[in-house]
């Protein structure tokens, strides 16, 4: 069953052109990685809150991608950028 990851991150400062360089250098990845459906990212008004938007076939699909960034130094570089810890929920669909 397929999963969706919210990722919320507080930036440091307003989202600057090095962030969009970053995520335009990097989200290929994520999109290409095994098990990715979908990825959106979305910024408040102010640019201090960006919003990770992510389809995954599963859970284990996600945190492989995690374990993955974690180990060749890409999500050191993404929290480079936030002032805390990015939030990340795991939502299963409703039968809504």
Not at 6 to 16: A, D, G, M, N, V
Not at 27 to 39: E, I, L, N
Not at 80 to 91: D, H, T, W
Request: proline fraction near 4%; charged fraction near 20%; charge should be negative.
């Amino acid at each position: 069953m397929s999963v969706k990851v919210i990722i919320e991150c507080q930036l440091r400062e307003t989202k600057s052109a090095l962030l969009d360089s970053f995520l335009t250098e990097n989200v290929p990845t994520v999109k290409g990685f095994a098990g990715c459906q979908r990825v959106s990212i979305s910024f408040d008004k102010s640019k201090t809150t960006m919003l990770i938007d992510e389809d995954w076939q599963s859970v284990e699909h996600h945190k492989n991608y995690m374990q993955f960034i974690d180990g060749n130094g890409v999500m050191q570089s993404l929290t480079a950028f936030m002032s805390a810890p990015p939030r990340i929920l795991y939502l299963k669909p409703s039968e809504y």
